[in-house]
């Protein structure tokens, strides 16, 4: 139970390692900055963003660095790059439930779904 999160890089084919990612609480516009962090070799954080005795129910933004991690990695990018970074706003109603916020990305695309 919680609430986590993965990147896969549908570019390279491989696990986001070294992504940036910003876990915020959200009231509307106002946004508060929870937790930063940066993704393990397998794209995932370390530990859950909230256990199961954490979790609670509102809305939520994970926001990915995606430029920055393909800068990174020797991707060329142009000026301005198409993504900068992908903001995913969600909201969390039952926290007897897991919450996983996957990201497939890659410079020029992105893809997520309510995963297990």
């Known amino acids: ?13 491989c696990p986001a390692a070294g992504m940036q ?7 509307g516009d106002k946004a508060t900055e ?16 909230f256990d199961n005795t954490t979790l609670r129910t509102g809305t939520y933004r994970l926001t990915f660095d995606v430029a ?10 142009p000026e301005p790059n198409f993504l ?16 996983h916020v996957p990201l497939l990305v890659s410079p020029w695309s992105y893809s997520t779904y309510r995963g297990s």
């Open 68 to 77: 920055a991690y393909f800068k990174a990695k020797g991707v060329p990018l």
């Open 34 to 49: 929870l937790k930063r962090l940066t993704l393990n070799h397998d794209g995932r954080t370390d530990a859950p963003l």
């Open 1 to 13: 139970m919680g609430l986590s999160t993965h990147v896969l890089d549908t570019m390279h084919g």
């Open 84 to 99: 900068n970074r992908v903001s995913l706003d969600f909201g969390i109603a039952h926290t007897d439930q897991h919450y």
């Open 21 to 27: 990612v910003t876990l915020y609480a959200t009231d």
